[in-house]
């Protein structure tokens, strides 16, 4: 029958992990991203530049391939 374990034996370490742990970077569970501080001009010129963005998406849809337009106005007749 199997003896008892030794709890307080230390696990072993591959040589392989031993040799590249230097090599791994802690890395921060969050990150910090804060937007600059924008002075009026800078805000104006960002919210323009926005609502131009907006309207182009709201408006400039892709059109589809011509083929395609023809052969519904086909299958309208």
Not at 57 to 74: A, D, G, M, T, W
């Amino acid at each position: 029958m199997g003896g008892k374990k030794n709890k307080k034996k230390e696990k072993k370490v591959s040589a392989k992990k031993a040799k590249y742990a230097k090599f791994k970077k802690e890395k921060p569970a969050t990150l910090d991203i804060s937007m600059p501080d924008l002075t009026e001009d800078q805000q104006k010129q960002k919210q323009y530049d926005e609502e131009t963005i907006a309207r182009h998406l709201r408006f400039n849809k892709n059109k589809p391939p011509h083929e395609i337009v023809r052969r519904r106005e086909k299958a309208k007749r």
